[in-house]
């Protein structure tokens, strides 16, 4: 019997040949490498079990250490870049504001230049009618004569006046005093213990299943809101009986004045950033529940349509704040699954009210419980945001932090960031209601994506019309009833999640993979592929669409064809939303608050006109001419992927 040879033992046989016959050539095999074990096998060797202790504890705590050790190396490597984007950023800011007040400071000295020369020639002409032995002056020692004393005073009083002087003394004696004056307030101010470290409090550093569980309530708290706004479809009709509507654009005003009320969303933002995400969130489901009931109990449309507005006003803040909590809890390398979650909500929430209010209205029980329904989702979203939402935003928790410090120690000496640099009303009102709009008028990116977006928007509320005009029984339709009607939206809500899923198992994944390649951030063009494909879809929804709404036609092919513009919505938006992220890092809340106006503009303009478009060109010319509009729309992130770089090298916000 032979037994196979170990390397060991072959290598020694080849040795022992060749001191038997050292002129033989004989070949040596290299000393086998030692195995070594991975630190894990390593740790638990004397764990018994498979895979060296793999279902024990205590490997699976390790594993958990090392997976929490990941993310806060992963959040570090991310506070750097931002560090160094925002260093580069106040840079180039200050270099401008430099130019700037060169520019000015070099102005001012010419005009006081020109009214020295002024002065000086007035004083020569009034001097010369004047006797000559009073124009005589005598110096004496550097001082005029019988004056020295009161020349030298003035003097001295003009010199810490500054009066007297020219441009550029003046500016130089000014830059003195404050410089003296800021140096004396910091000599007396005790010295501040700055608190800017959560450690492992860090809402980013939380165990997976709290940030997860957390994302999935968000989401649930967004659909709230968004069910609200398109919950009065189902019940139009019997809106028009209650109060006696003369057409079909006062029963779509409650619609689209709730639309209205998201262009103030942006509001919410720097509210969140004052307050916290929490306590914002919170108040805005109280609002909402309250004026949903309101609009429960309403008996005139006046009070109607005010209570809606005002729904909608704080209904924007559950849209507005719940993507940055969301953002607050994870790094760039898992935000873009989290987002992929978030991203469905705006549209799942519209999908699903036609159908409870179109089963409402089809099984004879008051209109008014639509809002009653709401008012119970809302307030339900309340009550639990109220156990089981914590606070997310960083400084806030910073702040609470120092005060817990201070408190703790009896140290006054306590301050986070947050408190040291607290903006004034006039910088948060300038902020909120001019910044987005400059940024519109200077950025032809964001002019470009806000356009896009918005009409895509648009589109989603101008669907509940359409449907209503395809699927009912008026001009030729299919006839069915308001609470089947309803069941057609749910193929957007499938799309919506089946795009959802895409954008994180193919385009997150891309993403990762170019980041662990270079170890920097990609460009931010990459985050517009998910829009270049849902642009495709959309094109392909508006002829499918419009051109199989024939009533001989069977329904099943315009609703499956639903399913594409779900899809195309959801992937249109969450890829802008990331590349403004991306592309406008500090000021990117504001690019946002911008593109939320424009939606919700065409969010509340677009249902208006759509009931007259497709009855009077019908459905079929409506779609192509929608379809029109979305082909020249689709071309904008192409062509932001190939010139994107050259923008932001001219942009003044982007990065």
């Not at 109280?286 to 006003?313: K, M």
């Amino acid at each position: 019997m032979t037994y196979a040879r170990t390397p060991a033992e072959i290598q020694r046989e080849q040795l022992d040949k060749l001191l038997d016959d050292p002129t033989k050539p004989v070949h040596i095999p290299d000393a086998p490498k030692k195995k070594e074990m991975a630190p894990a096998r390593e740790m638990f060797a004397h764990v018994q079990g498979s895979s060296a202790g793999a279902g024990s504890g205590e490997f699976h705590v390790y594993k958990q250490s090392r997976r929490r050790e990941y993310d806060r190396i992963q959040l570090m490597e991310e506070e750097k870049q931002e560090e160094a984007r925002a260093a580069d950023f106040a840079q180039r800011q200050k270099e401008r504001e430099e130019a700037a007040e060169a520019k000015t400071s070099k102005n001012r000295q010419r005009r006081n230049k020109r009214k020295l020369g002024k002065a000086d020639a007035k004083t020569k002409e009034a001097n010369k009618d004047e006797d000559a032995e009073f124009k005589k002056r005598r110096i004496v020692g550097g001082d005029l004569a019988g004056g020295g004393e009161e020349s030298s005073k003035d003097d001295s009083a003009a010199k810490d006046t500054g009066v007297g002087m020219t441009g550029k003394e003046s500016d130089e004696h000014a830059d003195t005093n404050i410089k003296t004056g800021a140096s004396d307030d910091l000599e007396k101010q005790p010295e501040q213990l700055i608190v800017d470290s959560l450690g492992d409090d860090s809402p980013k550093l939380w165990p997976a299943w709290k940030r997860w569980s957390l994302t999935v309530f968000a989401g649930v708290i967004a659909i709230a809101s968004a069910f609200a706004s398109a919950a009065t479809t189902g019940i139009a009709e019997d809106i028009i009986a209650e109060f006696h509507f003369t057409s079909d654009i006062e029963a779509t005003l409650c619609l689209s004045l709730y639309m209205l009320g998201y262009v103030l969303g942006p509001i919410w933002g720097p509210a969140s950033e004052a307050f916290g995400r929490k306590y914002t969130l919170v108040g805005c489901l109280w609002a909402l529940t309250l004026f949903n009931i309101a609009d429960a109990v309403a008996h005139t449309p006046e009070a109607l349509y005010f209570c809606r507005f005002f729904a909608g006003f704080f209904g924007g803040c559950m849209i507005i704040v719940v993507g940055p909590c969301i953002g607050d809890m994870f790094t760039a390398r898992d935000k873009q699954l989290a987002l992929a979650i978030y991203a469905c909500c705006p549209y799942l929430g519209p999908s699903m009210a036609p159908i409870v209010s179109g089963f409402i209205h089809d099984s004879g029980v008051d209109w008014r419980w639509t809002f009653w329904v709401i008012s119970i989702f809302s307030g339900s979203c309340a009550i639990a945001a109220m156990l089981i939402l914590p606070e997310t935003y960083e400084p806030v928790l910073l702040v609470r932090k120092a005060k817990r410090l201070r408190k703790m120690h009896g140290d006054s000496r306590y301050v986070a960031p947050k408190e040291l640099h607290a903006k004034g009303f006039k910088d948060v009102a300038t902020t909120i209601f001019t910044k987005p709009f400059i940024m519109l008028a200077k950025e032809p990116m964001l002019a470009a994506l806000s356009f896009y977006s918005s009409f895509v928007y648009g589109v989603q509320y101008l669907l509940f019309e359409a449907f209503n005009f395809v699927y009912s029984g008026e001009k030729d339709g299919h006839d069915m009833s308001n609470g089947v009607r309803g069941l057609t939206f749910l193929p957007l809500s499938i799309g919506s999640a089946i795009a959802a899923v895409v954008t994180a198992l193919f385009f997150n994944r891309r993403y990762i993979k170019r980041l662990d390649k270079t170890g920097e951030k990609p460009p931010p063009e990459i985050r517009l592929e998910g829009a270049c494909l849902g642009g495709i879809f959309g094109i392909v929804f508006f002829f499918w669409f419009g051109w199989t709404s024939y009533p001989w036609i069977s329904p099943w092919s315009p609703i499956v064809a639903s399913t594409l513009w779900g899809a195309a919505q959801c992937m249109v938006y969450l890829a802008q939303v990331s590349y403004i992220n991306d592309c406008y890092t500090i000021s990117a809340a504001s690019a946002l608050s911008g593109l939320v106006m424009c939606r919700s503009v065409f969010g509340a303009v677009f249902p208006l006109f759509a009931n007259k478009m497709y009855g009077s060109i019908g459905p079929r010319w409506a779609c192509t001419i929608l379809g029109i509009v979305q082909v020249i729309l689709a071309i904008v992130p192409w062509v932001l992927i190939y010139k994107g770089p050259a923008f932001r090298a001219r942009s003044k916000f982007g990065q």
